[in-house]
């Protein structure tokens, strides 16, 4: 069984993690594996092909709890992230630079989500070093970061000093809840 990521920069190849503990490159038109990184110790549970200046890496989260950037040129990996203290199911490129938290296509920030009922940012510039960390709900039964995903939504037009638009973080729970932070 794999983890699907999503489809590559060139629009031709796909990235998939699985419980074989590797991720691997596929060609769409051929179906043929391209490619196969390995690194992690426990079954990957989520994939992302980066964008931008970030192109040519993938983000990986393990139930190893660890998070692993990839080069997809080389095959290697380029930095390995340990914080959490269960299996990671979310990772996502963020929209934030590390610099005043501007919003743009270059990022240098990536976040995780965990069953440890976490979710983390981490800097790819500062060798692994951890930026912030967001408690999910209040730990609970079945509580947990299952998804998440970094949305602009649309401010109410009453509010005249705001912006119209902002970058809010969506995450999902074992439990079944929705929330949106920021």
Not at 68 to 95: K, M
Not at 133 to 145: L, M, P, Q, R, T
């Amino acid at each position: 069984m794999n983890t699907i990521g999503v489809i590559g920069g060139n629009g031709y190849t796909i990235c998939s993690g699985s419980y074989d503990n590797n991720i691997c490159i596929w060609d769409i038109e051929t179906t043929k594996q391209l490619n196969i990184f390995k690194g992690h110790e426990y079954t990957v549970r989520s994939v992302k092909y980066g964008s931008n200046e970030l192109l040519n890496t993938i983000l990986s989260g393990s139930a190893d709890k660890s998070i692993c950037l990839w080069d997809v040129r080389s095959g290697q990996q380029i930095q390995v992230f340990n914080g959490h203290t269960d299996a990671i199911f979310a990772i996502e490129y963020s929209p934030f630079a590390v610099s005043n938290v501007e919003i743009g296509g270059n990022s240098n920030v990536i976040c995780s989500g965990s069953m440890d009922n976490t979710i983390r940012f981490w800097d790819i510039r500062s060798n692994k070093n951890e930026l912030y960390a967001i408690k999910g709900e209040e730990k609970k039964e079945n509580s947990g970061i299952i998804c998440l995903k970094f949305l602009q939504l649309k401010k109410n037009k009453k509010r005249k000093n705001d912006r119209d638009y902002d970058i809010s973080l969506c995450y999902g729970s074992k439990n079944g809840n929705i929330c949106i932070w920021g």
